[in-house]
């Protein structure tokens, strides 16, 4: 503790007196030889800061918690969230705890530098939550991954309304049969998708005719394709749980000369940069990553400065998604949102 007294005294050029009053919240964290102090501290990692400083007078580190999969909508969210981070004056650091074998521990230790969590744990069910919350009482964290029964205050993009657009989408262009490519089902919101495309279609008397387990990958829509095509299927209105899996069939598609739309009509899910450039070009349903960030982020800085209650009953707050018709669905238009 010493060397870190010596250290900020000497950035700062105040006394080890006058930083040591600081430290110890003895000296207002308003006055101007404060913030300095509280600045330099806050630079060399010196965390015992937090303690001397109101929340209101200070750069806020927040650290977004995920499991980290080579999908680009990973790079979208990441984006996002440092962006309007920043714009708020505040610090984001990400740590990805997908390899990590114990979450806990790994998050009591981040929980010593940051002064809240959010957490995009697609994997972690309401138990592994609970172990979480039980572990880190009173301590500032939100969710941003669907559970099915929410521990932690959650914002997430309503994925089974994505599924019903997509649905109501194919129904409504005249497509007779149908098929779905899901996301892998250890991810809830992946049920979700397609549960509101599957719910859609029955409600209309008709039918899923073939469906495929992705887990999210363009290689598994590569891979789809070649199921759908090797049992013969066509003429099909098919919905993908994510972009990258809609490419990856329309990819495979393109190589054996099948038409897109045509042979087949698919809509994806996210509206990725790829869906905007590759041909033909995706109908998706498009999630508003930065409107996510925004409501979640707003709510996790008002939580950490005491105007929101922890712990209290966990509510879950959706974002409304919309679909963009392009190219691949029977009514094709370009980029216009409904």
């Keep these: 503790m010493a060397s870190g007294l010596k250290d900020i005294s000497s950035l700062t050029g105040y006394s080890l007196s006058t930083v040591s009053r600081v430290l110890a919240n003895k000296i207002s964290g308003d006055s101007q030889s404060a913030k300095e102090i509280l600045s330099a501290a806050r630079e060399i990692g010196y965390s015992k800061y937090r303690d001397a400083s109101p929340s ?45 074998k114990s979450i806990k521990e790994q ?3 981040l929980s010593q530098n940051h002064d809240g969590f959010i957490l995009f744990l697609p994997t972690l069910d309401s138990y592994g939550y609970r172990i979480i919350k039980n572990s880190l009482a009173g301590y500032p964290i939100i969710s941003i991954a669907p559970v099915f029964e929410p521990v932690f205050d959650t914002f997430t993009f309503d994925s089974y309304q994505g599924g019903v657009l997509a649905a109501k989408q194919l129904i409504e262009s005249g497509c007779k049969r149908f098929g779905v490519i899901h996301g892998p089902p250890e991810k809830w919101e992946a049920e979700l ?6 719910d859609t279609i029955e409600k209309e008397g008709k039918k899923i005719d073939w ?44 190589e054996k000369k099948v038409k897109i739309p045509g042979d087949y009509f698919i809509i994806g899910y996210d509206n990725i940069l790829f869906s905007k450039i590759f041909f033909p070009k995706l109908t998706t349903i498009n999630t508003n990553v930065d409107q ?6 707003d709510y996790l800085m008002r939580m950490i400065k005491g105007q929101v ?28 949102h409904t």
């Design 193 to 198: 998708r397609k549960n509101g495309f599957k």
């Design 292 to 297: 996510l960030s925004s409501e979640a982020l």
């Design 56 to 100: 209101s007078n200070r750069i806020l580190d927040i650290a977004l918690i995920t499991q980290h999969f080579s999908e680009e909508f990973y790079a979208y969210l990441y984006a996002s969230f440092d962006r309007i981070c920043a714009k708020e004056g505040h610090c984001l650091t990400i740590h990805s705890l997908r390899y990590n």
């Design 309 to 336: 209650q922890i712990g209290a009953s966990a509510k879950k707050t959706l974002i409304p998604v919309e679909l963009v018709v392009r190219d691949t669905d029977k009514r094709g238009k370009n980029d216009k």
């Design 211 to 254: 469906d495929y387990r992705g887990d999210y990958s363009f290689e598994s829509g590569e891979k789809a394709f070649h199921d759908i095509n090797n049992k013969e299927i066509s003429e099909v209105g098919i919905f993908a749980s994510n972009d990258q899996m809609a490419v990856g069939f329309i990819h495979a598609a393109l």
């Design 107 to 109: 998050l009591l230790y």
